[in-house]
Each structure stands twice: as C-alpha cells, then as structure tokens.
C-alpha cells in the first residue's frame, strides 16, 4: 500500500511576531479555537517524503525481530520541531497480513521477556528479581 500523510499544522510560525496570537498557538493546535489549524490530506510530496523512510525503517526492524510478523499497514504520529526535525511521538495503529502466524504473547510482550531455548523455540524468561515496568 502507498504510503499517504494527513497533515495538521498551525496556521501561525514559531517565530510569528504578531502581538494578537497567543504563544501556545505557535506550537500547538487548538480544534476548539476556529482556524488555528489546517488539515490536509497527501499522497505525495514533501511530508509523505521525509517521514515514509522512517515508517519503513521501522517496520523493517519489527518484522526482523517479531518472528511471523509482516505488516500490511502501519500508522504512525510524527511531529516536527522548530529546527525541521522530525519526531516519532505515537504508534497509532497497524494491520498484520497474517494474523495466525503471530503468538499473541509473543508479539505483545516486551522482547527481552522471551529467550530462545535449545530446540529453537521462544521460552519466557525467568527473572530473579522485580521487574519493574
């Protein structure tokens, strides 16, 4: 699937001069304040550009060590900071291909919880002190 961005960003700039906007409104979007955003929905260009890499790393590196794991769809929140950096704040959602082929354990407990044993098969680590987390 095509990767495709919505886009939210504040109608004003981080270093906006303007004496009526209120400081929080150059770094954050308000909904409840009228037009202090703009939503746009995108295909292609700039945004799709800089933060696919990212999405794709990602899903590489899960799928490379999740045994069974491939992913159809994977959603993501980024937010860039005022020297055009971009954050990965939020794993927002995913969509496996095959959904039988994962342990449901597994997949969803921390990776440093399960250990390969001798016959090759994942064992759940016993730990002999508080794990805290």
């Known amino acids: ?3 495709y961005v ?3 960003t504040s109608k004003h700039d981080y270093n906006s001069n303007e004496p009526h906007v209120a400081e929080h409104h150059k770094y954050v979007t308000d909904p409840r304040v009228q037009d202090s955003c703009l939503i746009t929905h995108s295909i292609r260009g700039r945004y799709v550009e800089e933060t696919a890499p990212y999405v794709r790393n990602m899903v590489r590196y899960l ?3 999740i045994p069974g794991a491939k992913f159809e769809e994977f959603i993501a929140d980024f937010v860039k900071d005022e020297s055009e950096n971009w954050w990965m704040v ?3 959602g995913f ?3 095959d959904k ?3 342990r449901p354990k597994e997949f969803l ?3 440093d919880d399960y250990s390969d ?3 090759g098969s994942k064992k759940k680590k016993d730990y002999d002190y508080q794990k805290v987390g």
Do not use: T
């Open 1 to 3: 699937r095509n990767p």
């Open 63 to 65: 799928e490379h060590h």
């Open 6 to 8: 919505w886009i939210i």
């Open 90 to 92: 939020n794993v927002r």
């Open 109 to 111: 407990e921390p990776p």
């Open 100 to 102: 039988m082929n994962i």
């Open 95 to 97: 969509v496996l291909v």
């Open 117 to 119: 044993d001798e016959h």
